[in-house]
């Protein structure tokens, strides 16, 4: 099945805790993204990548790092995790560009305490 | 100005009714424009994206796009309680821009 697979779903830690969350597609999708969505604030991307070694830095980066060392991997990185980056975050992939459709994740929930 | 627009809801219709969803935008240069849907818990899912002004259909579903308003339009015909979700408009100026998302409506449709 086509999908892009998040870990984990749920997530509690503790402020300055590094963390680690994995996105995997198996679609051989050049794009991937990650976003965060917040009540009121809708959808924000984090960061992008256009293909493997190729990232930029979308809306809100700061905090946040990511790698593409191979297609099929995006993992999103918090050095030292804060309050504010409570959030629900999806990864993302397309395989045509952004503009013809991205492919979510179901999302990983995070509470940083 | 915010630079897309929508109006968060929550929109309630009875079965079987015509549902129009929208959004308004500021940027005169975007080009690409797509629906999602989204379910409690879920990423949202793409329904369908159109290039420039028009209108696509897809099943139950037809987009309309109007550049000269820069006003986008989704519609659900025959709306069926499973279509409660919320629709996510997005947009972009390029193909391989980065998307900018309209905040969500949320659609009830009662049984």
């Known amino acids: 099945e086509a999908q892009v697979t998040q870990n984990p779903r749920y997530l509690i830690t503790v402020t300055g805790k590094k963390l680690t969350v994995t996105c995997s597609q198996n679609?051989?999708?050049?794009?991937m993204s990650w976003y965060r969505q917040d009540p009121g604030l809708g959808l924000r991307q984090i960061y992008y990548?256009?293909?493997?070694?190729?990232?930029d830095k979308g809306d809100v980066p700061e905090g946040y790092k990511v790698s593409r060392k191979e297609k099929r991997n995006f993992p999103l990185i918090l050095e030292s995790p804060s309050p504010n980056q409570t959030s629900l975050y999806f990864c993302?992939?397309?395989?045509?560009?952004?503009?013809?459709?991205?492919?979510f994740g179901s999302g990983t929930r995070l509470t940083v305490v | 100005q915010k630079e897309v627009e929508q109006d968060p809801g929550p929109l309630s219709v009875p079965e079987g009714a015509i549902v129009s969803l929208n959004c308004t935008y500021s940027?005169?240069?975007?080009?690409?424009f797509m629906w999602y849907r989204q379910y409690s818990r879920k990423g949202p899912e793409l329904l369908m994206y159109?290039?420039?002004?028009g209108n696509k259909e897809d099943g139950r579903f037809t987009a309309q796009v109007d550049k000269s308003s820069k006003y986008i339009s989704l519609f659900i015909r025959d709306s069926q309680p499973s279509d409660s979700a919320t629709y996510l408009c997005?947009?972009?100026?390029?193909?391989?821009?980065?998307?900018?998302f309209g905040k969500g409506t949320r659609l009830h449709i009662l049984p």
């Open positions: 993302a992939s397309s395989f045509r560009g952004a503009s013809h459709g991205y492919t």
């Open positions: 679609m051989n999708h050049e794009y």
């Open positions: 990548s256009m293909n493997v070694e190729v990232t």
């Open positions: 940027n005169s240069a975007f080009q690409y």
């Open positions: 159109t290039y420039s002004s």
């Open positions: 997005a947009m972009s100026e390029r193909g391989d821009d980065k998307i900018i």
